[in-house]
């Protein structure tokens, strides 16, 4: 079975940093993108940009480039998401995701987010 | 910069009806890159349909999408109660990528 497995739930303070993590099994880690996606609580989904776990490639979205960093360990199959300075506001759950697309001569096709983590809860709170 | 607009915010149904979700697009999207997805409390979000009106695995054929250029729809047909759930429309096509609508919570009426 396909799976994206999580890091357990952080409670931080403001100004400190944090690494979470997303472990996959079950397919060829290197060969799809990973995607984040943030949840605050009672809202709704945003897309935080993706890593191919095969070079690196990294594509942040503008929202959350420069507040995050995506970095993946191909040896153990796992992708991560870093803060240096947590704020208050970066309170939320954190969702990985499998991220297919397929480039085509044309461009590219989409096949959504069809592996999805537990999601990791972050409080940053002083 | 393409907004996806979803509406309504919240339907209200008795299992057995007929939804109707709508996720209009600010700028025209190939729906090669429009999918759905289904949440409820507690989950992580479960892919529905990609392509605009490709079911993804394992997905029953009640659930079913359409549209192009900005309108896009998620039908569901014959609700029953595990699809009492929030539902997002997201694209990976336009500037920004990947963006979500805001949601529309299908509720028990």
């Known amino acids: 079975e396909d799976q994206l497995v999580q890091s357990g739930a952080e409670v931080k303070k403001p100004g400190e940093s944090l690494k979470i993590s997303c472990k996959g099994s079950g397919y060829s880690f290197t060969s799809y993108w990973v995607a984040w996606v943030r949840q605050v609580p009672g809202k709704g989904l945003e897309w935080m940009g993706i890593i191919y776990p095969g070079d690196s490639d990294t594509r942040y979205s503008p929202s959350f480039q420069d507040q995050v960093t995506f970095s993946v360990d191909k040896t153990i199959n796992a992708a991560y998401v870093q803060w240096h300075n947590l704020k208050a506001t970066d309170t939320a759950i954190y969702y990985c995701?499998?991220?297919?697309?397929?480039?085509?001569?044309?461009?590219?096709?989409?096949?959504?987010?069809?592996?999805w983590g537990q999601g990791t809860t972050v409080t940053v709170s002083s | 910069e393409i907004v996806l607009t979803q509406s309504p915010g919240t339907l209200s149904l008795s299992p057995g009806e007929r939804a109707t979700l709508s996720c209009r697009a600010s700028?025209?999207?190939?729906?090669?890159?429009l999918a759905w997805y289904q949440q409820k409390p507690g989950q992580p979000p479960r892919l529905l349909i990609y392509g605009a009106s490709t079911r993804a695995t394992g997905i029953p054929d009640r659930f079913s999408g359409s549209g192009s250029g900005t309108d896009f729809t998620l039908t569901i047909n014959r609700l029953e109660p595990g699809d009492f759930a929030v539902y997002y429309c997201?694209?990976?096509?336009?500037?920004?990528?990947?963006?979500f609508g805001q949601g529309t919570k299908v509720e028990l009426k």
């Open positions: 997201q694209q990976f096509g336009g500037s920004p990528a990947g963006t």
């Open positions: 700028e025209s999207l190939s729906s090669i890159y």
């Open positions: 995701a499998r991220h297919v697309f397929q480039f085509t001569p044309s461009g590219y096709r989409y096949y959504g987010m069809d592996v």
